[in-house]
């Protein structure tokens, strides 16, 4: 048959024809593969992951939690809970970081790649949002008086708990969203987990940009000696022999006791209940001593840690190493007052709305060379990715002038540093796998945004709908100036109280000296 003589119908093709082969490739459909085929080629992940898991539960909770090897049978169950929540969090957390560098390169096959993070993220959903709080709620239970209730009323409590953690997770978060980030319930979840790791990276970095600065320029280091460390060591060593001769008095109180009420009739037991007892009264009296041994055993410890490692930094500065390190915090310390100038220019009121993604030179500079890379790249969306990652940097970088500003900050609290050093409570190894979670969440959300689409079919089929990137740098921007803010007020505001109680001390030796 001759092509003249070909009907209209043989010439219009059959529907669906066209379907992929006039769609780019990135939006073409695939076959799926076997269950088989895809447990294989997703077999790296699943080795990092249990890799991950095993190495930071057997050796990074550890350190973090170190608690007594003597634990009734409840902490040692909750414990182990604890370090396996902890392990899946960042094993978890690594393979989405894996998952993203490889959406990135284009490495793996793109429906293994998709899988990839459809389970991650619902892992750490079910982790960040459900597991974790719980968890923590938990842990301060039994560090506080609500660990003597019942159990239905220690559910009662976590299920209070959880439900107002809940509708502030939803409801609240949500308020900060824009009206256009809707989409499946997923997708809510993740948007909302997102900006909860925008936030907390804002507050770190804006705590730990004004802590380096504070730390190296603002305060006078402390000069400490052997003498300085022995003393503290004394000091420990005398509350642990008055702890241990209290135990015993305790003891052995606690047996007279039981003795004594064995034998008493019911008459002496009566009378004893309404007047009081004297080994009664000194059982309480011993409580209360023990309770206060603990925790100035647990302040001695503390500073002991503290002054040792100032300790041992003082010695190797004087070495080739220290000096480096030296000149390193010297220039984190002036790149942190950098980031604070920067941002605060970009808001300077009566001026053009800016954010410091967009007008920050050194991220764009690290854009441009990654456009001159690959052409395909959005400059602005890298400049703003790359300062979200610069935001971890500051985070990592300042983490030991953190810890230190942290010490100050709660020195008018003793409890605080009693509780966040007890060995049973897992609480801050929660909360770093926490912190690590969402980092990496909203870092994978923001890089759904900022790739071009050939390069990120597997995370925006898998993802959804990404964060406005506009509003993200807004609200970035807002919370890291007011934690900076709040925090340098506060450190100037407990600087003068010091100089004001150390200029009292003087005033009053003066006086007795009179």
Not at 122 to 129: E, F, K, N, Q, S
Not at 337 to 352: D, E, N, Q, W
Not at 398 to 422: E, H, K, M, Q, W
Request: proline letters at 5%; one cysteine or more.
């Amino acid at each position: 048959m001759s092509p003249d003589d070909a009907s209209p119908m043989s010439m219009v093709q059959p529907p669906g024809i066209c379907e992929d082969d006039c769609l780019p490739p990135w939006m073409r459909h695939t076959n799926e593969p076997t269950t088989t085929s895809l447990l294989l080629s997703s077999s790296p992940f699943i080795l990092s992951f249990i890799i991950i898991s095993l190495v930071v539960s057997r050796r990074v909770f550890p350190v973090l939690c170190a608690g007594s090897t003597r634990q009734k049978p409840a902490e040692s169950y909750a414990r182990k809970a604890a370090t396996v929540a902890f392990g899946v969090t960042l094993g978890a957390t690594g393979v989405l970081a894996e998952l993203i560098l490889c959406e990135v390169s284009g490495w793996a096959d793109e429906s293994t790649r998709r899988t990839g993070f459809r389970v991650v993220t619902d892992i750490l959903l079910l982790m960040l949002t459900i597991v974790l709080p719980i968890m923590q709620t938990q842990s301060v239970m039994a560090e506080t008086r609500l660990g003597r209730l019942s159990v239905k009323w220690q559910v009662g409590v976590v299920f209070a708990v959880m439900t107002a953690w809940l509708w502030a997770f939803w409801v609240v978060v949500g308020k900060a969203l824009p009206e256009d980030v809707r989409g499946s319930l997923k997708e809510d979840f993740l948007a909302r987990v997102g900006v909860i790791g925008v936030t907390l990276m804002a507050i770190l970095s804006g705590f730990g940009c004004v802590s380096a600065p504070w730390q190296t320029f603002f305060t006078k280091p402390r000069i400490v000696t052997d003498i300085d460390l022995t003393r503290l060591q004394a000091g420990i060593d005398n509350a642990q022999e008055m702890l241990d001769s209290k135990s015993r008095r305790l003891s052995n109180l606690d047996a007279k006791i039981r003795e004594k009420n064995g034998s008493e009739g019911l008459m002496a037991k009566m009378l004893t209940s309404l007047r009081g007892d004297a080994d009664t009264r000194e059982r309480t009296t011993l409580l209360i001593e023990l309770d206060g041994l603990t925790k100035m055993k647990a302040q001695l410890t503390s500073d002991l840690a503290e002054l040792s490692k100032v300790h041992a930094q003082q010695v190797s500065l004087k070495s080739a190493k220290g000096k480096f390190w030296i000149t390193f915090t010297w220039c984190f310390s002036l790149y942190c007052l950098y980031r604070l100038a920067a941002t605060s220019m970009a808001h300077i009121p009566f001026k053009p709305r800016s954010t410091f993604s967009k007008t920050d030179p050194i991220n764009n500079v690290l854009a441009l060379i990654a456009k001159h890379w690959d052409p395909h790249l959005d400059r602005a969306a890298w400049s703003r990715q790359i300062g979200f990652c610069f935001s971890g940097i500051i985070i990592a970088g300042s983490f030991s002038t953190v810890l230190t500003t942290f010490r100050v900050l709660t020195r008018a609290a003793p409890g605080v540093i009693c509780y966040a050093i007890n060995g049973n409570n897992p609480n801050l190894a929660l909360f770093l796998s926490q912190i690590s979670g969402t980092y990496v969440v909203a870092s994978a959300l923001l890089l759904r945004s900022n790739l071009p689409p050939v390069m990120s079919s597997a995370i925006t089929q898998a993802l959804g709908a990404p964060i406005n990137p506009h509003f993200v740098d807004r609200w970035f921007d807002g919370v890291f100036l007011g934690t900076a803010a709040i925090t340098g007020i506060v450190l100037v505001t407990l600087k003068r109280w010091a100089k004001d109680g150390e200029e009292d001390d003087i005033e009053m030796g003066k006086r007795n000296l009179e």
